[in-house]
Antibody
């Protein structure tokens, strides 16, 4: 069974940093692209960042470009999101999500497996 | 960026009803659209992809249609478990964007 488990969410001050982790199991981690999607309290879903199945291509939403960095550790089947220069409006539950199609896919990413989410609160 | 607009934002219905949720894209996204269901405190669940393909394990009362800029999610014979929030997502181009959500409430 496919499973994603996020960790690392915390309360952090504006301008601070945080590193989220997502442990994957039940599928071939280097066959699928992976993404981070966030949801501010009471709000909708926002795609934040994606990493290709090969790990050599990254994509970011404009709202986090230059501040967030996505990466992975293939040996431990773990996806990361390094978040720097955090702002109050980065407060959200952050979900790790697996692309539904094995790569190389001919389409963009949509997601058939999600973690339970980890809460990041940016506040002074 | 491609803007996704869902309507209505809230929908009240009763068990057994048929409901339709609409999603409009600000530009042509072909058939690269997915629908998700989300319950409070839970992760989204994939229902439909490529506008009309039913994800494995999803009940057949869920169906999707459309292409280009106009899409619909139809739920026939609503079950108590279907009351949730529904999101569309385009994956035609980066950045991938979601609709603002449609909350399906019990009337």
């Amino acid at each position: 069974e496919m499973q994603l488990v996020e960790s690392g969410g915390d309360l952090v001050q504006p301008g601070g940093s945080l590193r989220l982790s997502c442990a994957a199991s039940g599928f071939s981690f280097n066959t699928y692209a992976m993404s981070w999607v966030r949801q501010a309290p009471g709000k909708g879903l926002e795609w934040v960042s994606g990493l290709s199945h090969s790990g050599d291509t990254t994509h970011y939403a404009d709202s986090v470009k230059g501040r967030f960095s996505i990466s992975r550790d293939i040996s431990n089947n773990t996806l990361f999101l390094q978040m720097n220069s955090l702002r109050v409006d980065d407060t959200a539950v952050y979900f790790c999500a697996k692309d539904a199609l094995p790569s190389p896919a001919l389409t963009g990413y949509f997601f058939d497996c999600w973690g339970q989410g980890t809460l990041v609160t940016v506040s002074s | 960026d491609i803007q996704m607009t869902q309507s209505p934002s809230t929908l009240s219905a009763s068990a057994g009803d048929r409901v339709i949720i609409t999603c409009r894209a600000s530009q042509n996204i072909n058939k690269w659209l997915a629908w998700y269901q989300q319950k409070p405190g839970k992760a989204p669940k994939l229902l439909i992809y490529m506008a009309s393909s039913l994800e494995t394990g999803v009940p057949s009362r869920f169906s999707g249609s459309g292409s280009g800029t106009e899409f619909t999610l139809t739920i026939t014979s609503l079950q108590p478990d279907d009351f949730a929030t529904y999101y569309c997502q385009q994956y035609n181009s980066l950045p991938y964007t979601f609709g603002q959500g449609t909350k399906l409430e019990i009337k």
